[in-house]
């Protein structure tokens, strides 16, 4: 090695010394200090026609000669997002490759759009999974990483590049000449993601065996696909596919047979515009929903107008009442009832960005309603408090419904008749002004539980079925004051039970007991087997992932009768499911206060399938005196915890 190759050696070293040891995330230009004879420089189309079709090319004196020989580029995409592994891609005019080096934070000193000099003495052109690449040799079939202490020897950072403006391409383009554009920039103007992707993350970072690589789909308006593929450790994994079209730029990649894209950070998603199909995109002015409202009953418009609305959703999934596909929504004093094309993840006080454009605006059963919404369209953009309800009268609500409804509102000092506890339908709500339907579905969380007498307070939200204004509460806790019958009478004829004459699976529904799911929708329910009758419960192939279901007894009066007993079986073990709790100021399932029963003896994993176990005698003013009820709580999970539990011969005396 002469004077100065061996200078110039050297400052290349050092040069690498001070750029590894310092690194941080705001980048200085690298200073070009390598001069480099044009006869020396193989463009990367050049290079491309060593790639054998297996195997390597290693480059030396057979190929290239003795003379030392280098490529030139512009990077287009390195690592800085996590989306690209310890690899850049970069290309010149006449084609486009990438490199494979074993270090992190590549960025830091070949950043795009600058300029990279590879030198090829030394190294190899191969295939990684069929995608050309540069790296330093071959290994097991398996083209490997140029050593990270060896870098900066094949590696050498210029100044500023060209700018290398994408390729435009259609996916069929790509997919008929897929080789001409491996590891080049590229972009479609007229893409979109797939529904079975908008609204999901790029990729799944929170896995709880780590983060995820996900490969998306992405189509155009001809319907032709290709692979986005996002790693679990990209800066944006955790970011939502937008539901919209419009262009995306990307490296053209392959994986075996399969064609896929590498964005290099979430600019590359231009999707801005509506859908293939005229649906999403991002509208850009606020609708207010009085005017879709004014528009619909004053001039019949049955589609919204281009834009979004805002407001926060006033329903609560889950309990029940509302239909999986439905919310209702409110903004101000106006709202309106949105029904989605399938089953949503809106939980109560969520608020919502809802892109309404073109959507059809209808009457179901004579409630104004947005119909049809994809998932996609609504942005979740917080959770926070509920719109104040309006305190009105049922008079007010007769007169004007098409103002009030999907809205929260308040009726003070009425009473409620025509049922003993919710689920039953109709219950008569009257102000003194008039009388409205408070109507709740026997499928709710709260089902079952007792409707108060005397002057009471409802909060609720205005609904409409058919010609009739009516009212639908989230909760017991919806009415307030008045009083509550805690529940049968506390004697043994009600709360002593041998669960027998019920018909299989159906729920336990007995006159005084209290059946109520309040994690995921399986209840306690009625079993008979070899002519015995006992109740059960499981979480086992649960369509929910977790299961806690409550079954509590009539009202027990201790000073008249507080030895309790029971006994359970159990059946294809995984946990201890079945707790007992007392309570002594039960008005509702949420609000009491539970004192765990720690006495009775459960079926365990020591017990065989199916053997009943009796708890022993419990004193129940051992926990609680005065008047109790007993509540058995059942917690599951659909993944694991899904042992069987059966209670039979609950006896009071």
């Known amino acids: 090695m002469n004077t100065l190759n061996k ?7 050092v040069s690498g010394l001070f750029i590894t040891s310092c690194v941080d995330n705001n980048f200085d230009e690298p200073e070009n200090t390598l001069t480099i004879d044009a006869a020396d420089v193989l463009t990367i189309s050049e290079i491309l026609d060593f790639l054998p079709a297996t195997g390597g090319a290693v480059f030396g004196e057979a190929n290239i000669g003795t003379e030392t020989k280098y490529i030139k580029g512009t990077v287009t995409a390195d690592d800085a997002s996590g989306n690209f592994f310890k690899t850049i891609t970069f290309q010149d005019e006449t084609a486009a490759l990438s490199i494979a080096a074993d270090r992190n934070e590549l ?4 950043p795009a759009g600058n300029v990279i000099y590879v030198k090829l003495n030394g190294l190899t052109l191969g295939k990684d999974a069929e995608l050309p690449r540069i790296g330093y040799s071959i290994e097991d079939d398996r083209l490997q990483r140029i050593p990270d202490l060896l870098v900066n020897d094949f590696m050498i950072a210029g100044g500023q590049g060209e700018v290398i403006e994408p390729t435009v391409v259609t996916i069929s383009e790509l997919r008929q000449n897929t080789n001409l554009y491996y590891n080049k920039l590229i972009s479609i103007e007229q893409a979109q993601f797939t529904l079975a992707f908008v609204g999901q993350t790029y990729a799944d970072a929170e896995n709880i065996d780590g983060p ?80 879709i409202q004014d528009r619909f009953y004053n001039s019949g418009a049955d589609a919204a107008e281009t834009g979004f609305i805002t407001g926060t959703v006033i329903s609560d999934r889950n309990t029940g009442q509302v239909n999986s596909q439905n919310v209702f929504f409110q903004n101000g004093d106006r709202g309106i009832l949105i029904r989605f094309s399938s089953d949503h993840s809106f939980n109560l006080g969520d608020q919502l960005k809802l892109t309404v454009s073109g959507q059809e605006v209808s009457e179901f059963r004579g409630l104004l309603q947005i119909n049809n919404v994809p998932l996609f369209n609504a942005e979740l953009t ?34 409620l008749s025509g049922g003993s506890t919710y689920g039953a339908g109709d219950i008569t709500v009257d102000d003194g002004t008039e009388t409205i339907s408070l109507f709740t579905f026997s499928t709710t969380s709260y089902a079952n539980e007792p409707v108060p007498s005397g002057t009471v307070n409802v909060t609720a939200v205005v609904s409409q079925f058919d010609d009739n204004p009516q009212l639908l509460i989230n909760a017991a806790s919806d009415v307030s004051g008045g009083t509550i019958d805690p529940g049968g009478s506390g004697s043994d004829g009600q709360v002593s039970q041998s669960f027998e004459g019920f018909t299989d699976f159906d729920p336990v529904a007995i006159e005084g007991w209290l059946s109520v799911a309040t994690k995921g929708d399986r209840q306690w329910y009625t079993r008979t087997f070899d002519d015995n009758g006992f109740i059960e419960c499981e979480a086992f192939m649960d369509s929910n992932p977790a299961t806690e279901a409550w079954l509590v007894t009539p009202t027990i009066d201790t000073d008249d009768k507080s030895i309790f007993s029971f006994e359970t079986a159990i059946a294809f073990w995984q946990h201890q499911g079945l707790s007992i709790w007392i309570s ?42 005065g008047k109790v009820r007993v509540g058995f709580k059942y917690e599951g999970t659909a993944s694991q915890n899904t042992t069987k539990v059966r209670i039979d011969n609950v006896v009071l005396k």
Do not use: H
């Open 7 to 13: 200078f110039f050696f050297l400052l290349i070293i």
């Open 107 to 110: 960025n830091a000193e070949f």
């Open 212 to 291: 995820q690589t996900v490969n998306a789909m992405i189509e155009d308006c001809d319907g032709d696909d290709v692979i986005l593929r996002n790693s679990g450790f990209a800066d944006f994994a955790t970011e939502v596919m937008p539901q919209g079209s419009g262009k995306v730029t990307a490296i053209a990649s392959v994986f075996l047979d399969d064609l896929q894209l590498f964005i290099r950070d979430l600019n590359d998603i231009e999707f801005m515009e509506l859908r293939c199909d005229g649906s999403g995109g991002q509208a850009s002015n606020e609708i207010e929903i009085a005017d």
């Open 382 to 415: 917080g959770n926070g408090s509920l719109p104040t309800p309006k305190q009105i009268t049922i008079d007010e609500i007769l007169e004007d419904n098409n103002r009030y409804e999907s809205t929260r509102v308040i009726i003070a000092g009425a009473m």
């Open 584 to 625: 002594q100021d039960f008005t509702s399932l949420g609000e009491a206060n539970w004192v765990s029963i720690d006495q009775a003896t459960l079926a365990n994993s020591g017990n065989e399938n199916y053997e009943f176990v009796a708890s022993g005698d419990i004193d129940l003013t051992d926990y609680l005196s």
